[in-house]
C-alpha cells in the first residue's frame, strides 16, 4: 500500500483558474509533509514543510495546509510559470529520516 | 551560498560497466541522501548518511550499487555491472540534520544502453 498517494496525476487550468492538489497520507506518527517543485530536468525544490493538523504556510500564489490525513496545495490565480510537477513527501515510519514520495501532479498553467 | 552539487550532469554507458555518480553537498549539512527517479515512477530512496554513523543502505536495489561519503562531505555512489534497467535520474540531498529539509541537486541522468 502506498503511503503517500496524489491527486490529480494531471492537472491543466487556465490562467487565473484557481484550484487545489490533494496529497493522502498513511504514516502514523506524522513527523513533517514536505512539499516540493519539480520542473523539467531539474531537482525538485523545497516550498514548504507542515507538522500538525490545522497548519498552513503561503508562499506567492501558493498556501498549504494539512489535516490529520491529507495535505493540499492550492494555487490562487496560477500563472503560467507555476507550471511543473508537484511532489509531496513523508517520512516513512519512526527513525527514519528519508522521505516517501508520491508521485506528483503535473500541473500545466494555460495563458 | 553553493546549493547541492553533482557530477556529471549526464552520463551515457554501455550494458556491464561501472559507474560512479558524484555529490557535493551543502557546506554544513551533516545529513546526505540518495535518491532515484524513474520514468513513471516516483522518487525512491537509495542510502543516508548521518555524520559518522553507520550509513542507512535499506533503499539500494541491489548489491552493485553502494556509496560511500569521505570526510562528512563528498559523497560517490557507484554502480557496478550496469544494467538497462538502472537508467534513471540519481538525485542527490543534504540536509542539516537527519529529518530536517532536504535540499536537492539538479541530478545525474544515466542512461545504460
Known amino acids: 500500500e502506498d503511503q503517500v498517494t496524489q491527486s490529480p496525476e494531471a492537472l491543466r487550468l487556465q490562467e487565473g483558474e484557481s484550484s487545489s492538489l490533494n496529497c493522502s497520507y498513511t504514516?502514523?506518527?506524522?513527523?513533517?509533509l514536505f512539499w516540493y517543485r519539480q520542473d523539467p530536468g531539474k531537482g525538485p525544490e523545497f516550498l514548504f514543510t507542515?507538522?500538525?493538523a490545522g497548519e498552513e504556510k503561503e508562499k506567492e500564489r501558493l498556501k498549504a495546509t494539512l489535516t490529520k490525513k491529507e495535505s493540499f496545495l492550492h494555487i490562487t490565480a496560477p500563472k503560467p510559470e507555476d507550471s511543473a510537477t508537484y511532489l509531496c513527501?513523508?517520512?516513512?515510519?519512526?527513525?527514519?529520516?528519508?522521505?516517501?514520495f508520491g508521485k506528483g501532479t503535473k500541473l500545466s498553467v494555460i495563458p | 551560498g553553493a546549493g547541492v552539487s553533482q557530477s556529471p550532469s549526464n552520463k551515457v554507458t554501455e550494458k556491464g560497466k561501472d559507474v560512479e555518480l558524484r555529490c557535493d553537498p551543502i557546506?554544513?549539512?551533516?545529513?546526505l541522501y540518495w535518491y532515484r527517479q524513474s520514468l513513471g515512477q516516483g522518487l525512491e530512496f537509495l542510502i543516508y548518511?548521518?555524520?559518522?554513523?553507520?550509513?542507512?543502505k535499506s533503499g539500494l536495489p541491489s548489491d552493485r550499487f553502494s556509496a560511500e561519503r569521505t570526510g562528512g562531505s563528498v559523497s560517490t555512489l557507484t554502480i557496478q555491472r550496469t544494467q538497462q534497467e538502472d537508467s534513471a535520474v540519481y538525485l542527490c540531498?543534504?540536509?542539516?540534520?537527519?529529518?530536517?529539509?532536504?535540499?536537492f541537486g539538479p541530478g545525474t541522468r544515466l542512461l545504460v544502453l
Open positions: 507542515l507538522y500538525s
Open positions: 513527501a513523508v517520512p516513512p515510519g519512526a527513525g527514519s529520516y528519508q522521505l516517501t
Open positions: 557546506s554544513g549539512h551533516t545529513a
Open positions: 504514516v502514523s506518527g506524522l513527523r513533517g
Open positions: 540531498a543534504s540536509s542539516l540534520a537527519g529529518g530536517e529539509t532536504q535540499y
Open positions: 548518511f548521518q555524520g559518522n554513523s553507520a550509513p542507512d
